[in-house]
Structures are given as C-alpha cells and as structure tokens.
C-alpha cells in the first residue's frame, strides 16, 4: 500500500544544508567564563566541533526516528526519547552563554520540534490531508518561533530574516526526506540526508560563530 504524504505547497527543497542531533553536556567544553570568570577560555575549534557534533546528532537521529516510524519498528519509543535529550543537550549548550531561563526556552521548542514532525508524519500515515496540513502548518510556526529567540538573543550575528531561512530550509529538506522513507523512494531518502547533513554543518556554523562573536572574551584564538 502506497502512503501519502501530503506537500507544503512550494515549500519542499530549496538548497542544502539541513539538520540533525545530540551531544552530552559532558562531552562540550566548559565556559567558566560564562559566570564572569574570564580566566579559563576554550578554543574556537573546539567549541565549532561541540556544536557541529550536537546538531549533528540532531540530523541523524532524526533520521533514525523517521525510519522507526515509517516502519512501526520496535525501537520507535526509545529512538524518540534520545532524540528529545538531544534538544536538552542543546538548550543547555546555549544556556552556558545565555542563561538557564533561555537555554530551558530553547529546549522547550526544540522538544515541541520534534513532536511535531511526529505529529506529521502519523497524520501523513495516516492518509488525512486535513490533518496532514494542519500539522505541518504548526510545525512550520514553531520553527519561525525558534527562529525568533535565537535571533532575539543576538540579533547582530543571527538576522532574523537569515535564522527564519535556515529553519525553513532544515523543515524542507527534513519533510522530503521523511516523504520519501514513507513512499518507499530510499535512494532518494539518503540523498535528501546529504543535504541534511550539509545544511546542518553551516546552521551550526552560524550558531557558533554568532557566539564567539558576542562572548569574545570566552574563547582563545585559536
């Protein structure tokens, strides 16, 4: 039986650099700095490969539940809650620098993210083109709603209109490839995870380049 899933208008692939997941806290370098102590500083490097490897994990993940899911495989529930830790991690990666009330507002989002693209891909499963554009249609409104704090919180280095464009292309390219797990198309699947993975390297780029930025005095040159 062929699944369809539903297409937001004109809002499939664009470019590529797309999206993904999860580092522990452990594992990022620790910003004493962040509590007024400029004394200890990390590396840039190290910090661009922290970030690089938790939206990494982000992407593959994801990835990794959309397959769970399309398949009603039975790893689908412990799949979901690693990818939700992701969003912890991450939140508190920005709260380092931000703040705790921040970083739990970004995890918030993130995890309502997430919940999100599983909300559309059962309706899409499902066959319900009402409700297969209902969820996207909120999924879409949530990553504008990200888009909105991140850039809130350094407007200088994350222009609004610049962090609305890089969401909307991670949803993009992540819907294609969601479609195309659910309609069988794999070669195809893996190509849109290329893509991903591309995007994703510059939307952390971005982000930890923006940072760097704004808390100069947190980093060592090199």
Not at 2 to 23: E, P
Not at 107 to 126: F, V
Request: proline share 2%; charged share 20%.
């Amino acid at each position: 039986m062929t699944i369809k899933f539903y297409r937001i208008g004109a809002r499939m692939l664009s470019v590529a650099l797309a999206g993904a997941m999860v580092l522990s806290v452990a594992s990022l370098p620790a910003f004493a700095a962040s509590k007024g102590d400029s004394s200890t500083k990390t590396s840039k490097a190290d910090f661009n490969k922290a970030m690089r490897k938790l939206w990494e994990d982000h992407i593959t993940w994801t990835r990794l539940y959309i397959i769970s899911a399309a398949g009603n495989l039975p790893d689908k529930d412990a799949t979901t809650q690693r990818l939700l830790q992701n969003q912890t991690d991450i939140g508190n990666a920005v709260a380092q620098f931000y703040g705790k009330d921040a970083g739990d507002k970004l995890t918030g989002l993130l995890k309502d993210h997430i919940l999100g693209a599983a909300a559309l891909i059962d309706a899409a499963k499902s066959g319900d083109k009402a409700k297969t554009d209902d969820a996207a249609a909120k999924w879409y409104a949530n990553a504008d709603q990200i888009a909105t704090f991140l850039s809130g919180a350094n407007p200088q280095n994350w222009p609004l209109a610049d962090m609305k464009s890089g969401m909307k292309m991670h949803l993009d390219l992540t819907l294609q490839e969601a479609t195309n797990r659910l309609q069988g198309n794999y070669a195809a699947g893996i190509q849109d995870y290329d893509k991903i993975y591309n995007h994703i390297l510059g939307l952390a780029d971005l982000l930890s380049g923006g940072i760097e930025k704004q808390f100069p005095k947190k980093f060592s040159k090199s």
